[in-house]
């Protein structure tokens, strides 16, 4: 199974956007593009990202209705993107529409994977404001196989979940982890960490980092520093 960094591309224009992916010379890692990315610029910045050589993650989230979601899906799997995620609360029906509507006419499409909850969600919050009185793990666990009852590829996790998915849903079903930092590196506002090496040992298929290396002082050198934690590569 293919495992990668994915480096998160939160900027808020395509300058921004190009004058950070310029620096990248002599490798074309996989970016994330976020909704601030998308919203400012439009489908085109993930064309011209495209051919660039990199490989995409657009992370857009989708949860609506299934028909809703099901013909948005079609319009993003025309933008040929390889990965793309939409909210497991939307329920299977919609994971299903999600499917359906990404798989073009020859039968293959983008990988699809879904959040479960997001970290930004605790037990406290999940319980007084959306009332599910559960524990959170029990929730992710749930949530990771309706995705995989519905066709899906993965969830989005925090890496501290990885390995629940996994016994779960089995070692093949992906799962694709945020809330990385280096072990001497800066936290900022994320709360539940992992270092690239431990994400590696958890089991996180897809770590995607953002600020450890877009806020670094040398991006390519920290992009080269977590291929090498996690994937143990030299590039
Ligand atoms: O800068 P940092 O490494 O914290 O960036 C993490 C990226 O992953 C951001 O784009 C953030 O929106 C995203 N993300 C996250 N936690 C989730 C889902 C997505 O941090 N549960």
Redesign the pocket.
């Known amino acids: 199974m293919a495992k990668d960094v994915i480096i998160?591309c939160?900027f808020s224009s395509k300058e921004d956007t190009f004058s950070f992916l310029d620096k990248f010379t002599d490798v074309k890692p996989f970016v994330?593009i976020?909704m601030e990315l998308f919203y400012a610029e439009g489908p085109e910045i993930v064309r011209e990202i495209k051919k660039r050589g990199h490989r995409i993650f657009l992370?857009l989230k989708l949860c609506d209705i299934p028909n809703t979601v099901k013909k948005a899906m079609s319009v993003l799997s025309g933008l040929d993107v390889d990965m793309c995620n939409v909210h497991a609360s939307g329920t299977i029906a919609m994971m299903e529409a999600a499917v359906e509507g990404l798989t073009r006419p020859d039968g293959t499409r983008p990988l699809l994977i879904a959040?479960t909850q997001?970290?930004?969600t605790s037990e406290e919050r999940m319980r007084n404001d959306l009332l599910i009185d559960r524990p959170i793990n029990v929730v992710v666990a749930h949530y990771a196989k309706n995705a995989e009852t519905a066709g899906l590829d993965g969830v989005?996790?925090?890496p501290l979940e990885a390995s629940l998915v996994k016994e779960n849903c089995g070692k093949d079903f992906l799962t694709v982890t945020?809330?990385?930092?280096f072990a001497d590196g800066e936290i900022?506002?994320?709360v539940r960490i992992t270092t690239p090496e431990k994400a590696r040992e958890i089991g996180s298929d897809y770590i995607?980092?953002?600020?450890?290396i877009?806020a670094a002082e040398n991006p390519v050198e920290a992009y080269k520093r977590c291929v090498k934690e996690f994937l143990l590569k030299e590039i």
């Open positions: 998160a939160d994330k976020g992370d959040v997001l970290t930004s989005v996790c925090s945020p809330g990385i930092r900022g506002d994320q995607v980092v953002g600020r450890p877009t």
